[in-house]
């Protein structure tokens, strides 16, 4: 289905804007692993925005934003730290729109992924298959990472990163009691590095990275593994000084925002997309 289920959706948002979306078909895990992913996003991003490319499709260079879903909004953030590290381009991003990011892959035992490990559409199960699958063909990968046992010694200094008694509010940290995941050094995480990687996880990009970002839009889910993923990064970009406007939906679920049309179409959906468009017409 790919980029086919993803036609509505691109079509309301170029319709109801009036902008050109470029919506790409990266290669997918598995087969394909990290950064292929990345490195296929942030080709066709530097690509178009050379201001002849832009000229072509009629787009104003001040006005670009990149944005994306769950996987998508990862590369999103992803792209949107790495372009001001690049010298080659001269463009910036005008906004970053993130819906539901997975942002982070070093603490799977997140409130969130405790309190919805069995939410439908996207489980804690799921989602460990999904990040062991983007590095690794490695069972034992899956495995570590499934008891929160994959973490590589290296990772130490980068675990404040992902200190959710530190960047999340009280209200979501609920009863849960904060332990740092043991950085140990196994071998599965060792021969992972795209897990410490912030092109493939930009929660861990350092305050430095994060200071040279656009203003962003995140979208968190109350009924979500990934919510804290969002609300983390909210809370590091605010503190990098980036302007954030959170939005978090309290009945919504991962992937709410798909379901624009067909048999299974919500209101939920409608409303969220309305939001994020509201946001985008103001600060695009």
Known sequence: ????????????????????????????????????????????????????????????????????????????????????????????????????????????????????????????????????????????????????????????????????????PADVRGAHRYSSPAAGGTEPGRGSPGLLDPRAAPLLGSEARLRSLPPAFVLTCQHDVLRDDGLMYAARLRAAGVPVTHHHATDAFHGAMTFLDGPFELRLAHRLLSTTLGWLRDNL
């Open 1 to 168: 289905s790919g980029m086919r289920s993803y036609d509505y959706l691109t079509r309301r948002i170029s319709n109801e804007l009036d902008a050109v979306v470029v919506s790409v078909n990266y290669r997918l895990a598995p087969p394909h692993r990290f950064p292929a992913q990345f490195e296929d996003v942030y080709s066709v991003t530097k690509f178009f925005l050379q201001r002849q490319v832009l000229a072509q499709y009629g787009v104003d260079p001040a006005r670009v934003c990149v944005a994306g879903d769950s996987a998508g909004g990862n590369l999103a953030a992803a792209v949107a730290q790495q372009l001001p590290q690049d010298p080659e381009v001269k463009a910036k991003l005008k906004a970053q729109v993130l819906i539901y990011p997975a942002l982070q892959a070093l603490d799977l035992k997140l409130p969130s992924y405790l309190d919805n490990a069995e939410k439908p559409l996207l489980s804690r199960t799921l989602m460990v298959r999904f990040w062991s699958e983007y590095f690794s063909a490695e069972p034992a990968l899956r495995e570590a990472m499934a008891s929160n046992a994959h973490i590589p010694a290296e990772a130490g200094p980068l675990l404040q990163f992902v200190n959710w008694s530190r960047w999340l």
